[in-house]
Nanobody
């Protein structure tokens, strides 16, 4: 079964940085679209960015130039990262990683949360 476990959240001052990690327990992370979403209190979950099976990254306009997604397919496990720089108070939210199996199909990763099959439990980011 696919399991996703986020870590790295916390409190930071505006202008600061955080790096979120997501341990992805799959045999081959390259077969999956891996995405980051966030949900602020009282708001709907929104797409932050994603990395496709070919390593292509895409970002929501509100994080372009500030956030970066990467992944590490190490022998002892797969990890998805979200490096967040120049954080703003409006970035405060619960951050989730998500996975969608693509296999050989490839293609762009969806930006709609409902299209992802697997989710982590989330990690809180608070910017003040």
């Amino acid at each position: 079964d696919v399991q996703l476990v986020e870590s790295g959240g916390g409190s930071v001052q505006a202008g600061g940085s955080l790096r979120l990690s997501c341990a992805v327990s799959v045999s081959s992370a390259n077969d999956y679209c891996l995405g980051w979403f966030r949900q602020a209190s009282g708001k709907e979950r929104e797409w932050v960015g994603s990395i496709g099976t070919d390593g292509t990254t895409r970002y929501a306009d509100f994080v372009k130039g500030r956030f970066a997604i990467s992944k590490d397919n190490a022998k002892n496990g797969n990890t998805l990262y979200l490096q967040m720089n120049s954080l703003k108070p409006e970035d405060t939210a619960m951050y989730y990683c998500a996975a969608l199996w693509r296999g050989l199909a490839g293609g762009s990763c969806p930006v709609v949360a409902a299209q992802y099959n697997y989710w982590g439990q989330g990690t809180q980011v608070t910017v003040s």
